[in-house]
């Protein structure tokens, strides 16, 4: 068996592990990581890094490597690539699983403006706060840069390139984060708003719970479509079952 993970997230890392660990030893797990971050954690078995050429390019490599299940593990906000690897899947007549980390949802206390997009979010800053803890990632700061009234503390793995605010300071970081350490980063830098992406999971949560701490609103970039009919789970765990119980099952969550 060649099992094949689109990911670069904490799900895909840990079901790699978890396929590694549980297939017969003559099977084949590749991860294929995006490139877009300059040291990458690298999960066990084959890696592979970099772009497929689109969904034509993507279903040629699974026929030509005999790829027996493809799985979905990209961030929520990959986009294009989910919408590639349906494509893709169906072409090279390869059973393909989403493995989708449940999003946030808003509790008691949270003040939570949902928004369709960067540029949304950034058109309802001016009057949400002035000192902004900016943890969209560093791509699409371009929204944010004719915002010269306001102060952005902006965190990162790799440092940003410009076009970006004017008045901007970086942190270069990874999760996972603490509470105590978010706390303390609004706290520092008296942040009044918080704009961040659903992207789920517990890594980057703690930034949630310092906001509604602290009484300040947060604007949450929605999630992007996601191709239909495509099966999902919600864990690596999940995963892992749904290849157990042949490809094509559909997961219990």
Do not use: Y
């Amino acid at each position: 068996m060649h099992v094949l993970v689109l990911g670069g997230t904490t799900e895909a890392r840990r079901l790699a592990e978890l396929l590694v660990a549980a297939l017969p030893e003559d099977a084949r797990v590749t991860s294929s990581l995006a490139g877009r971050v300059a040291s990458p954690r690298l999960p066990p078995g084959e890696v592979r890094v970099g772009g497929f050429g689109g969904a034509d390019g993507l279903a040629a490599w699974l026929c030509t490597h005999q790829v027996d299940a493809l799985i979905d593990a990209t961030h929520p906000f990959a986009g294009t690539i989910s919408f590639n690897a349906a494509t893709a899947a169906s072409a090279a007549h390869v059973p393909l699983l989403a493995l989708r980390r449940p999003g946030w949802v808003p509790g008691r206390g949270d003040d939570w403006h949902p928004v369709g997009s960067l540029e949304e979010a950034a058109r309802a800053l001016p009057a949400l706060g002035r000192r902004v803890f900016l943890t969209t990632g560093r791509m699409g700061l371009a929204a944010f840069a004719g915002l010269d009234g306001l102060w952005f503390l902006m965190r990162s793995v790799d440092a940003p390139e410009p076009p970006h605010p004017a008045r901007m300071e970086v942190l270069l970081e990874r999760g996972p984060f603490s509470l105590d350490g978010e706390r303390e980063l609004i706290r520092r830098h008296r942040v009044d708003v918080l704009v961040t992406k659903d992207s789920g999971g517990a890594a980057t949560a703690p930034k949630l719970a310092a906001a509604r701490e602290a009484g300040i609103p947060v604007v949450v970039v929605r999630r992007p479509p996601v191709p239909e009919g495509v099966a999902e789970a919600g864990t690596p765990e999940r995963a892992l079952d749904w290849l157990r119980g042949g490809p094509g099952a559909q997961p219990s969550g």
